[in-house]
Nanobody
Framework: QVQLVESGGGSVQAGGSLRLSCAAS????????MGWFRQAPGKEREGVAI????????YYVDSVKGRFTISQDNAKNTLYLQMNSLKPEDTAMYYC?????????????????WGQGTQVTVSS
């Protein structure tokens, strides 16, 4: 059974840091792309950062560039999101997802496996 399990969320003050982890298991194939998405109450889910697993190329939404870093540990089948200089507007449920063959940061339709999410709350 394919599964993604996120962890590392929590509550921090503005300017603080968190590192999210996403443990992948049960895959019979290597996803082409892995990514982090977030959804705040009343808003659509948006792509935060993605990584192409074959070449390590990364893409970020403009609002997190220079603050967030996505990375992968292939030996541990784990995806990470290091979040620094957090802002209240980063508050959301954060989801890990994988795409099998094609992916873009801005369209969730490519992602066929999703985790259950981990909450990040940033207070001012």
């Amino acid at each position: 059974q394919v599964q993604l399990v996120e962890s590392g969320g929590g509550s921090v003050q503005a300017g603080g840091s968190l590192r999210l982890s996403c443990a992948a298991s049960g895959y019979s194939y290597r996803p082409y792309c892995m990514g982090w998405f977030r959804q705040a109450p009343g808003k659509e889910r948006e792509g935060v950062a993605i990584i192409v697993t074959t070449n390590g190329r990364t893409y970020y939404v403009d609002s997190v560039k220079g603050r967030f870093t996505i990375s992968q540990d292939n030996a541990k089948n784990t995806l990470y999101l290091q979040m620094n200089s957090l802002k209240p507007e980063d508050t959301a449920m954060y989801y890990c997802a994988t795409a099998r063959d094609v992916c873009t940061l801005g369209d969730t339709k490519w992602y066929n496996v999703w985790g259950q999410g981990t909450q990040v709350t940033v207070s001012s």
